[in-house]
């Protein structure tokens, strides 16, 4: 559609149109997780903040894995948009509605047998274990609300359509946040009642985005016909979505042993750990959304062969985030506490959290630029790229990183901080010289 085609007018206006309603959907899916946490530090203890800041990590976990995958529906969609190839579109489109529905069915089954396993590899304090379990089993139970909206909200943004997806998580939003007061305040059902609200939550936000797909036009039409799993384009879906699916998980999985490293150091320490992940996924807000922007003008610009205007992009997204991330670095080594205090009243707590959030915030800067670029090499089909920095990073500094700074600073979590802004520091030069060469290369075949 004309008012969605990411191919013509102002590149940095197209950006920060589209990038501004993911961001604020992006948004809202944090605050109702963050909701969570706050309300359960309400009226629970320690031990519940505990076990819902575990399971809801391990539940981001699965979600940007998902979002990931679903990547590549958005690319290839952007890509046949571009091109004007609207039998492509469709095709796309149907081949991703039957590959997630076999994928979230499998995955859910699954981790629903993994369950108490998951406890414990997490190492989850023993005050915690059975509030954790629990809210595994019924998150793991809503694993396909969670698949069905990803893929949904993929489809409109590969077609340039990002604010309606914003739509979906509003819905999603307030429906989890009063369900979690009726539950967590009202019934007393701790992280029950946490999970419950957000797999009801997601719920409702499927059926009222499938009510509105069902009268939206793309762009392209979605035949019968094209409900089938296409080897050709499930090939292709999975050609950009498993690396970025891959890349997105190890970086959670290195969140992953930074928990576990830390919940080894005792409740204090645990609880601060996952208050202080939470803050900084939601910093982590812009630059996700610049990523989703980029890579979606890219793969619309590639396709219509207009390169220059998806290198404008990657400019403009640098500009925007680097200045957020600067301004995050520097307001937290002044204030953390008017962030982390937002979430427990525990004086121990609010001061290792102050810490490690200090050094931590960090990230925000340096992660900015390796985002912005992974966004445009995502939309280039270049997602290989993306996980190759990400994984070099996460081995050589991200891991090593925080366990050798439990070892040698145990009173501290101020140096454990340090190691995902140094992993991120390293992601980003790998991509200035990936990028470089890229360039280079072009520049001499033209």
Known sequence: MKEHDLTQGSVGRNLIRFALPYLLACFMQTFYGMADLFVVGLYNGSETTTAVA??????????????????????RIGRYVGAKDERAAGRTVGASVVFFAVFAAALTAVLLLCTNIITSVMLTPAEAVEETRLYLLICFAGVPFITAYNVISSIFRGAGDSRRPMYFVAVACVVNI????????????????????TVLGQAVS????????????FGFRVTRQDIRADRESVAQ???VGVPIACQDGLI???????????????????????????????????????????????????????????????????????CWGAFCALYNQFLPQTLVGLFTRDGLVLAAGCAYLRAYAFDTLFAAVHFC?????????????????????IVMVRIPGAYLAGVYFPDSLYP???????????????CVGFYAYYRRRSQAAS
């Open 206 to 217: 499927v059926l009222f985005s499938l009510c509105v797909m069902r009268g939206r036009d």
């Open 54 to 75: 575990i399971g809801s990590q391990v539940m981001h976990m699965l979600t940007v894995i998902i979002v990931g995958l679903a990547m590549g529906t958005t690319v």
């Open 178 to 197: 009063a369900l979690d007061f009726g539950f967590i305040g009202g019934l007393g059902l701790g992280a029950v009642g946490a999970a419950l609200g």
């Open 237 to 239: 879906i999975c050609k």
């Open 373 to 393: 670029f992974s966004g445009y090499f995502c939309g280039d089909q270049k997602a290989g790229i993306s996980f190759l920095h990400n994984i070099i990073a």
């Open 252 to 322: 959670q999985v290195a969140f992953i042993v930074i928990t576990v490293i830390a919940n080894s150091r005792g409740l204090i320490v645990s609880a601060a750990v996952g208050i202080v992940e939470k803050i900084i996924s939601f910093l982590f807000l812009v630059p996700s959304a610049f990523l989703s922007a980029i890579s979606a003008i890219t793969a619309q610009n590639m396709g219509a062969d207009k390169p220059e205007r998806a290198r404008a992009s990657l400019g403009y997204g640098l500009l925007i985030t680097v």
């Open 416 to 430: 454990m901080g340090w190691a995902a802004p140094l992993g991120s520091l390293l992601s980003a030069l790998i």
